[in-house]
T-cell receptor, first 111, second 116 residues
Framework: AQSVSQHNHHVILSEAASLELGCNYS??????LFWYVQYPGQHLQLLLK??????LVKGIKGFEAEFIKSKFSFNLRKPSVQWSDTAEYFC?????????FGKGTRLHILP | DSGVTQTPKHLITATGQRVTLRCSPR?????VYWYQQSLDQGLQFLIQ???????AKGNILERFSAQQFPDLHSELNLSSLELGDSALYFC???????????????FGPGTRLTVT
């Protein structure tokens, strides 16, 4: 069955630390890949997406993600996190007829 | 503010009851998607409507149904409610008809359903 795995359920970092959140998917066909963020008390927002082309995708707020097809991975990175990045992050994959989300990673940034 | 509205914000009801959740998409968006977010299952896609027609189906239970009206707002009907149906129900809207290259969805604030 198709699935999306986010390895880290809860991450705690200090401000200015570098961030990498893992995302792996299992699906043999063509996929589109997304990262969403949910700030406390707010709705889900799109951080970035990959459809085709350059596998290194830049999103909003300094986030980027790299699609590595051979590893079925789409890890999210940010070189220096801020307290305002405290949120829950969801990786998602779309196929032709559905979207599958990972279970999410709660990121807590210490000031 | 994403432009997607959902009512009500909170709903508390008893087991066995039926409820209706409402979603109004962003102006110009023809697709509405419904999702359930719970602690056990995470965020799950339930169903998509595009311009009044069902377009894609995810993990939606038979006790649940949805429809999209001519003015493009959508309703999710949940019946014979069980304790396990307690969750946050999101809708999202998109101008896209599916999950292809033009797919980008905007989420509403959600309806928190508590079944007691």
């Amino acid at each position: 069955a198709q699935s999306v795995s986010q390895h880290n359920h809860h991450v705690i970092l200090s401000e200015a630390a570098s961030l990498e959140l893992g995302c792996n998917y299992s699906y043999g066909g063509t996929v589109n890949l997304f990262w969403y963020v949910q700030y406390p008390g707010q709705h889900l927002q799109l951080l970035l997406k990959y459809f085709s082309g350059d596998p290194l995708v830049k999103g909003i707020k300094g986030f980027e993600a790299e699609f590595i097809k051979s590893k079925f991975s789409f890890n999210l990175r940010k070189p220096s996190v801020q307290w305002s990045d405290t949120a829950e992050y969801f990786c998602a994959v779309t196929t032709d007829d559905k979207i599958i989300f990972g279970k999410g990673t709660r990121l807590h940034i210490l000031p | 503010d994403s432009g997607v509205t959902q009512t009500p914000k909170h709903l508390i009801t008893a087991t066995g009851q039926r409820v209706t959740l409402r979603c109004s998409p962003r102006s110009g968006d023809l697709s509405v998607y419904w999702y359930q977010q719970s602690l056990d299952q995470g965020l799950q896609f339930l169903i998509q409507y595009y311009n009044g027609e069902e377009r894609a189906k995810g993990n939606i239970l038979e006790r649940f149904s949805a429809q999209q009206f001519p003015d493009l707002h959508s309703e999710l009907n949940l019946s014979s409610l069980e304790l396990g149906d307690s969750a946050l129900y999101f809708c999202a809207s998109s101008v896209s008809s599916g999950f292809g290259a033009d797919y980008e969805q905007y989420f509403g604030p959600g309806t928190r359903l508590t079944v007691t």
